[in-house]
């Protein structure tokens, strides 16, 4: 098997059915960097059933249903992640001064310091407290030893609001015998 060395940012993570950390069980990672200095993400589908408004208050009118905060990740809980959704195509090629750091079509990550009317492109926001976090190498070594699937994100990944169903939903879309992880069982023992 080839080793894996190529970014996976605007990509998908998903945990392996037999990745038993309690951190990822079954997470869902939306990659927003992923080079030789190490790989950051947010967790999608793990809400915390905690008002958003709260944690970034200037953006609580543009929080997308169920606007909760989501958590992000094992990695500094205190800090907050904001994945705006623009009403066009972000340009890769938008400055880092736009307030918007373009990630995947429409999405993008977003300057929660900036005052909302500033950004007027920014249609909805989802908000994730903490991050999921890698050091140099350390990715490419989970993945080379099966512990993610790598898989196609979709704008719709960010906003779903079933959360908890999309680590079935994005196995099921995939390619070949990967689909049937699925509907691979929370305990094997009990099947």
């Not at 079933?162 to 023992?189: E, F, H, K, N």
């Amino acid at each position: 098997m080839k080793p894996h060395t190529e970014s996976t940012k605007g990509r998908l993570l998903v945990a392996s059915p037999t990745l038993l950390d309690p951190n990822f069980h079954r997470t869902v990672v939306l990659m927003l960097e992923h080079n030789h200095d190490g790989a950051i993400g947010v967790v999608l589908n793990r809400s915390r059933f905690v008002g958003g408004s709260e944690a970034a208050p200037l953006w609580a009118d543009r929080l997308v249903h169920p606007c909760q905060l989501h958590d992000g990740g094992p990695v500094s809980k205190d800090s907050v992640i904001g994945l705006g959704l623009a009403s066009e195509v972000y340009s890769q090629a938008a400055p880092a001064e736009s307030g918007v750091t373009p990630l995947l079509g429409c999405v993008g990550v977003l300057d929660l310091h900036r005052n909302p009317s500033e950004l007027p492109e920014v249609t909805g926001v989802r908000l994730f407290a903490g991050y999921a976090g890698w050091s140099g190498g350390q990715l490419d070594a989970e993945l080379n030893a099966g512990g993610w699937i790598i898989a196609d994100a979709r704008e719709e990944d960010v906003v779903t609001d079933d959360a908890g169903g999309l680590w079935q939903t994005v196995l099921a879309r995939q390619d070949g015998l990967t689909s049937l992880l699925a509907r691979y069982p929370d305990d094997p023992a009990m099947n």
